[in-house]
């Protein structure tokens, strides 16, 4: 099952977002296709975050960006630079592209260092003792305040415990 919600983002992914914005921008002088590529971004990353597939999300956006290159590609609109003055459509649509992946790639690669880390275990992360409450008390016992404790409250020969008080000598 897991596998197929993997192939299912990748394949949501491989939609070309940058392109069909760029397409819709140019063609019918609209900005409004380039609020399902934010969308489907976000909702993507989220569905990847949630089921733990944050390579996917890296993966995921490397194919979104081969495929709008290859829809510019295809469909022959070609640079288009009268119409988004500055830039081309092919220096457009890496730059979409590399926002989306901007905003992406921080929290994906957060979480995969930090399950990395979970499931490796070191000296600083080391796995949890069960008997690590049952340790304490040991160590504490060994230790100067623990010693002088156990002294003071130490059995004396009848049995009966002998209680020092301050100034009292042993």
Do not use: C
């Not at 940058?18 to 900005?31: C, E, H, P, T, V």
């Not at 956006?61 to 459509?89: C, D, Q």
């Not at 004396?156 to 100034?167: L, Q, W």
């Amino acid at each position: 099952m897991k596998w197929i919600s993997r192939v299912l983002l990748l394949l949501l992914y491989s939609v070309p977002y940058a392109f069909l914005a760029i397409y819709g921008d140019a063609q019918w002088r609209s900005l409004w296709l380039y609020l399902p590529m934010i969308v489907g971004f976000t909702v993507l990353a989220i569905i990847a975050h949630v089921t733990k597939n944050e390579v996917i999300v890296i993966v995921g956006n490397v194919l979104s960006v081969i495929s709008s290159y290859t829809a510019l590609a295809v469909s022959g609109i070609g640079a288009m630079s009268w119409y988004f003055k500055p830039v081309t459509t092919h220096i457009l649509i890496g730059l979409l592209s590399a926002v989306a992946m901007g905003a992406q790639f921080p929290t994906a690669i957060v979480r995969i260092n930090k399950r990395r880390t979970m499931r490796k275990r070191t000296p600083l992360n080391p796995r949890p003792n069960p008997y690590a409450k049952e340790m304490e008390k040991t160590l504490y016992l060994n230790s100067v305040p623990g010693m002088v404790k156990s002294i003071l409250n130490a059995e004396n020969e009848e049995g009966g415990r002998t209680v020092y008080k301050k100034g009292e000598e042993w």
